[in-house]
């Protein structure tokens, strides 16, 4: 008993949670076997790909030292400083791919939207937490207000995809935080109805062919529905075991477009068949649980709003991506989360497991 | 309890609800999994087949090979048609980054015509853009060099090699052989009907003349197939299996190189034709028409310059040995002395006076002999012998109109002769029908005594002639002219055109050996017309001197050849066979207004004789060995 106690208490003093450690080392290594496959056996490309990843776990790590306390503390100047930094990206920002996402730091780039991504569930948190929960309508106007400056800061950009995924982990902390049912019933109206005029004034053409194309992909093979019938394509010709690793002729011969990032989970699809889905899936659904386990045994209701809305943001991404790439969802730019290549996506996502750790080993420290 | 604001916050009711909120969202999240689930279940297991067959159609493709085309060799061996590996320079359009800039710093090594520029400007708009597309064709050694040197310079651009068809001999054998160009659209029409589209989907040329067309369909060979993987780029990444092309047949023609050669040389630069055939079996020896031209020049596209060269009066496109139609003359006179034996009309012993006309009873027009003074009593052998005009106008008076067409049609004369080339003309055999379809007019006893001598509206072929004198020869038996003897796929050969027509038979079979011995006189005897060209000669020949009249010479008027103009001048024609007694070989030739049949065409006749019997030595026979 005290011997157990004792080993746990290693993990708990380094600030870990192992069982999710583990979860999202087995990611990883996942991540690297298929970044090895959908770059074609580029060993370059995996040699970087290893490389974010050691600095990810290090970000966690470094993230998970800090306690919430501190964490609070921090909350209003990295609100106010990502604010300032995504109007200075619709001012002075880099083009790339036709949007404007990127400030030039001289030294290094820098996406301040990511740095949102964090900020926002972290400032709502904290100002949600602050009072009794359920919040009071001012406080529930305010927070939203918290969420959506930013959100329509980030869709100038254009990015729909970080956008979505700032605004869902806003309203996710509103949602947790006990936000009445019929005010939910009342607010998703609202959107379904406001959907009208987003169409017409709110969408730029790209996004609007996406959605068209998302319809019915198969109307513009050779143009936007490319994309998504070839993903269809290499998933479905996977079946149920597969064609094996670097084995999918989609991938390999390049029909796939995107394959490392956005469009990796087709390439393990397609070489891994229906079962390599479903044990991405579970361990997913394992990585979920465990945050919102963490969520729920946290020390307070910051801790308990933060964890919970990252764990369940985490799942935005795995259902947009996955959606998008198996032809339920329009084509939004969504990485596989821990899978897909691309550093920053990587990086935001392990701080963000920083943090539940942080909260996770919050309240044993001050059990012991 | 909502009401009453709790002053000290309530941990435990916000943990409850809290952990129902999480719980909510954690069976939300469940129920989102499994929609996500049953739809890749639905792409992954229900519609698997599907995606399958239609990633493979992604990667498989089925590239189609050509076959090699048949090669065609001289009785000998020679090879006389091949396929030549030719150096392109291609280019792929992708991977060029500014095609005007390269093309033009390409021009600067290798010269390129603004014309070739803007084709292959025109041609890329049409295909695929990985596609290769020829710039320039066939560069020579220079260039290749020149080129392979800088090619690091121009990505994209590079030198392929393909197989082409090339003619050794050149313009010595265009007219038999032919040639092959470029498929054009009409020819992939009619191949699309006859169900032939597949076999030449990866044939750049067919055949479009001669012997190349003729037997287009055995030379083709079956195209094979490659079913290769290729990436999004439609780039070959690896071959999956292949079906090899089968090549096409090889033809061993009857054709001699040598003699054919010769046949070119004795015509020098006059217009004329040249037949010889193997008097055994009917195939064609050489055939030469001049003047000729250089048939490698249609397979890689003639320019327009060089084919409007070859339009000009001399009409060097024409093969003049199947389709130039001229008056047979007095080669046909032993043919005609055969038909006035077997009518009863002379016997061999019969003689008539020659004054040096002929006249019908109570018409004042006079047929005037060649020889304007008469040959005096004339018997069918000094007729021919002589090529005496005025005997055969009084025996085609005597036998008319409808047994001479009934009796020449029975050789050959007025049909195809059947070789095996396309380009063939049936020239015109006159009858009392032929001339009410043709002029709307009756026929004239007049018209028949012209046509005595092969002349009139009688007009022949060179190959008809041949054919006609090849089963007087053979004493009536036809063995019809043909160009290809053997056909070879790999091991297998297969004989061709060894069929025979049925024979010509007489009532007398004496009476062959009658024309046979005139025509043997006409050579051996000082008095006759070839005596002079074969003097010496180690064989023992015979033949028939014609001289074809190509504008008609008013009454009371003399032939001078240099009061006419060069084209209005007499034909000369010559048929001749050896040795007599067992013909080998025979020969028909026609030269264009160079005049007399015994002082152009028998010579021409002694060059080809000589160089075959000096190739051939006379098969000894029973008699003639000691």
């Known amino acids: 008993m005290t011997a157990l106690h004792d080993k746990r208490s290693i993990w708990l003093r380094l600030h870990i ?64 400083f990502g604010l300032l930094m995504l109007v200075g990206v619709l001012l002075f920002g880099v083009s790339s791919k036709g949007a404007q996402r990127w400030l030039d730091l001289g030294i290094t780039r820098f996406q301040p939207s990511e740095l949102m991504k964090l900020a926002v569930p972290m400032m709502v948190a904290w100002y949600i937490g602050r009072n009794q929960l359920p919040p009071r309508p001012l406080h529930l106007i305010i927070g939203f207000a918290v969420v959506m400056l930013p959100t329509l800061l980030i869709k100038e950009q254009p990015d729909l995809g970080t956008s979505i995924l ?13 936000l009445s049912w019929r005010l939910i019933g009342f607010l998703s109206s609202v959107v379904a109805l406001a959907a009208w005029p987003f169409w017409h004034y709110g ?13 019915d992909p198969e109307s513009d093979p050779l143009g936007s529905g490319y994309h998504i019938i070839q993903s269809k394509i290499a998933i479905g010709s996977g079946g149920i075991e597969g064609k094996g690793w670097l084995q999918g002729t989609q991938s390999q011969l390049e029909f796939l477009p995107e394959r490392h990032t956005d469009f990796i989970f087709s390439v393990l699809s397609e070489e891994f068949g229906l079962f390599g889905v479903c044990v991405l899936l579970s361990l997913y659904l394992f990585i979920i649980g465990r945050g919102l386990y963490i969520a729920v045994n946290a020390q307070d209701a910051f801790g308990k709003l933060l964890a919970g809305s990252l764990t369940l943001t985490f799942f935005v991404y795995i259902f947009v991506n996955i959606g998008m790439v198996s032809g339920l969802l329009p084509v939004v730019g969504v990485p596989l989360p821990l899978i897909s290549y691309g550093g920053t996506s990587m990086v935001t996502l392990m701080a963000a497991f920083g943090i539940i750790m942080s909260i996770a080993t919050d309240k044993r420290m001050l059990l012991k | 309890m909502l009401k009453r604001r709790p002053t000290i916050r309530d941990h435990s009711a916000e943990a409850n609800l809290f952990a129902r909120r999480a719980f909510v969202g954690f069976i939300f999240i469940l129920a989102l999994v499994a929609i996500l689930l049953s739809n890749l279940y639905k792409i992954q297991v229900d519609d698997h087949q599907d995606y399958q067959t239609r990633s493979n159609d992604n990667r498989i493709k089925v590239i189609p090979i050509a076959p090699n085309r048949g090669l065609i060799y001289d009785r000998n061996g020679v090879l006389l048609a091949e396929n030549k590996p030719v150096y392109n320079l291609e280019v792929i359009p992708e991977e060029v980054d500014d095609l005007t800039a390269s093309l033009k710093s390409v021009s600067e090594i290798i010269e390129i015509t603004e014309q070739q520029q803007a084709d292959f400007l025109d041609d890329i708009k049409h295909t695929r853009r990985f596609k290769s597309q020829v710039l320039k064709a066939r560069l020579n050694e220079n260039e290749v060099a020149m080129f392979s040197v800088n090619q690091h310079k121009f990505p994209g651009f590079s030198i392929e090699a393909r ?9 010595t054998l265009t007219h038999a052989l032919g040639y092959v160009a470029r498929l054009n659209r009409k020819e992939l029409n009619k191949l699309e009907q006859q169900d032939e589209a597949t076999n030449y989907r990866a044939t750049h040329d067919i055949g479009k003349l001669g012997i190349e067309k003729y037997y287009e369909p055995m030379l083709h060979g079956k195209v094979g197939s490659q079913r290769v993987e290729v990436n999004n780029r439609g780039r070959i990444i690896r071959t999956l299996s292949m079906v090899p092309p089968q090549p096409g047949d090889d033809l061993v023609l009857t054709l001699d190189i040598g003699l054919q050669q010769i046949a070119q040389h004795a015509l020098k630069d006059m217009r004329g034709a040249i037949v010889v055939l193997d008097a055994k079996d009917g195939g064609v020896l050489a055939l030469y028409s001049n003047p000729s031209y250089d048939p490698n020049l249609f397979v890689h596209g003639i320019s327009s310059k060089d084919y409007k060269a070859l339009l000009n009066p001399d009409r060097p496109l024409i093969n003049r040995t199947t389709q130039g139609r001229y008056a047979p003359a007095s080669t046909i006179k032993p043919h005609m002395a055969i038909l006035a034996l077997e009518e009863n009309i002379v016997q061999e012993e019969t003689t008539m006076w020659d004054p040096g006309f002929f006249q019908i009873p109570n018409v004042e027009h006079r047929w005037r002999d060649w020889r304007r003074w008469g040959h005096g009593h004339v018997d069918v052998y000094k007729a021919i012998e002589e090529s005496c005009d005025t005997y055969f106008y009084d025996v085609a008076y005597r036998m008319g109109i409808t047994k001479i067409s009934n009796f020449m049609a029975r050789f050959g004369f007025g049909e195809l002769s059947g070789i095996d080339i396309h380009e063939e003309t049936t020239a015109i055999l006159p009858s009392k029908e032929w001339k009410e379809a043709r002029f709307k007019e009756n026929w004239w006893r007049g018209d028949t005594i012209s046509v005595g001598i092969g002349q009139g509206y009688w007009t022949a072929t060179p190959i008809q002639i041949a054919n006609a004198t090849n089963i007087l020869v053979n004493r009536g038996i036809n063995h019809p002219p043909h160009l290809v003897q053997v056909a070879k796929k790999e091991d297998q050969i297969t004989q061709l055109n060894n069929e025979e027509k049925p024979p010509v038979v007489l009532n007398n079979e004496d009476n062959w050996r009658i024309a046979i011995d005139a025509m043997h006189n006409t050579v051996k005897k000082s008095t006759g017309t070839a005596h002079r060209a074969f003097k010496g000669a180690t064989y023992d020949p015979a033949g028939k001197t014609g001289t074809a009249q190509v504008v008609s010479i008013a009454q009371g008027e003399r032939y001078d050849a240099d009061a006419l103009k060069e084209r209005q001048r007499d034909n000369a024609i010559y048929v001749g066979f050896a040795p007599f007694d067992s013909p080998q070989i025979v020969v028909s030739i026609v030269v264009e207004n160079t005049g007399g049949g015994s002082s152009v065409g028998a010579p021409i006749a002694r060059q080809l004789m000589d160089y075959y019997f000096a190739a051939n030595p006379i098969q000894s026979t029973g008699d003639k060995a000691p």
Not at chain 1, 27 to 49: E, F, L
């Open chain 1, 17 to 80: 949670d192992l069982p999710l450690l583990i979860a999202l080392l087995l990611m990883m290594a996942g991540s690297i076997t298929i970044v090895y496959s959908a770059s074609g056996q580029d060993s370059a490309m995996v040699i970087r790909h290893v490389t974010r990843m050691a600095g990810a776990i290090i970000g966690m790590f470094v993230l998970a030292q800090i306690p919430p306390a501190t964490l609070k503390r921090l909350v209003i100047p990295m609100y106010c």
């Open chain 1, 166 to 178: 700032i605004a869902s982990s806003g309203v996710f902390v509103l949602f947790l935080s006990g």
């Open chain 1, 203 to 215: 969408m730029h053409d790209y996004q609007k062919q996406r959605v068209l194309t998302f319809l």
């Open chain 2, 163 to 171: 197989l082409a068809r090339y003619y050794p001999f050149g313009d």
